[in-house]
């Protein structure tokens, strides 16, 4: 500090160092800069902290390398919607045309659909802050409070209310065993809460065609118990985003 002050009395105006000579950086040489670059060419997915490892430097040169020296930066893959063939644009004009007609002639066609998906969700810890508070001792950490998670929201509904929803376990995939017995489960729903539609056999599945949905032990599964399904047509850039309404 009195070093800095005596070189401003004696007229220095700069505060950046001065050059020395010293040990020249092995990190940032155009050796180093062309390896990284050959790394991220082969693999854009990689992350900082997982490039040093390949090429024997710091993270820190490695974000300068990327950043300053090569001039990337990280972004998103935009979403681009698949474009159908010309047999899915019929099939999906077929369906369109024949649900048109079902809900033309018969007016209790869509009270009759029960109909969902699954969805990640955002949970939130409903605790007040003083319903959190907690006794602590003098050493004790203090509690923290808990972060927002996702977990996989099951949902079916149909022109009422919900009829149905679960929170898969954590871990759970969706897979067609798991699907199966939500599938059980939703049935005994659609019994308790709908009786007269489970009375009639009148209600009609409605689920996407998701790989789970569309394997042959869940078409299996809704066979034996003559479930019937609504066809789904084929997903083009304009349906895609109905999904969000769940």
């Given at each position: 500090m009195?070093?800095?002050?005596?070189?401003?009395?004696?007229?220095?105006?700069?505060?950046e160092s001065d050059p020395r000579s010293g040990r020249p950086s092995t990190s940032r040489n155009m050796e180093k800069i062309a390896e990284v670059r050959i790394i991220v060419r082969n693999n854009r997915r990689l992350t900082v902290p997982e490039i040093p490892d390949d090429c024997g430097i710091s993270v820190g040169s490695c974000d300068a390398i990327l950043t300053d020296d090569l001039h990337m930066k990280r972004v998103c893959a935009k979403f681009v919607p698949p474009l159908l063939p010309d047999d899915q644009r019929e099939q999906r004009q077929k369906i369109a045309r024949d649900l048109f007609e079902r809900s033309c002639e018969d007016v209790q066609f869509l009270k009759n659909i029960?109909?969902?998906?699954?969805?990640?969700?955002?949970?939130?810890?409903?605790?007040?802050?003083?319903?959190?508070s907690q006794w602590k001792g003098p050493t004790s950490p203090r509690p923290k409070?808990?972060?927002?998670?996702?977990?996989?929201?099951?949902a079916f509904f149909d022109s009422?209310?919900?009829?149905?929803?679960?929170?898969?376990?954590?871990?759970?995939?969706?897979?067609?065993?798991?699907?199966?017995?939500?599938?059980?489960?939703l049935r005994e729903s659609v019994r308790r809460k709908r009786p007269e539609k489970w009375r009639d056999t009148n209600w009609?599945?409605?689920?996407?065609?998701?790989?789970?949905?569309?394997?042959?032990?869940?078409?299996?599964?809704?066979?034996?118990?003559?479930?019937?399904?609504?066809?789904?047509?084929?997903?083009?850039?304009?349906?895609?985003?109905?999904?969000?309404?769940?």
């Open positions: 009195f070093d800095w002050f005596r070189r401003f009395e004696e007229g220095r105006t700069s505060v029960v109909t969902g998906d699954e969805s990640w969700v955002y949970g939130y810890d409903p605790k007040t802050k003083q319903q959190s409070v808990r972060g927002k998670t996702t977990v996989m929201l099951l009422e209310d919900i009829v149905h929803h679960e929170y898969a376990p954590d871990g759970q995939t969706i897979n067609k065993e798991f699907y199966v017995e939500f599938l059980r489960r009609i599945l409605h689920h996407d065609n998701a790989p789970t949905h569309t394997l042959h032990l869940v078409h299996q599964f809704l066979a034996k118990h003559d479930t019937v399904q609504l066809q789904q047509p084929p997903y083009s850039p304009d349906l895609p985003p109905c999904d969000f309404f769940l």
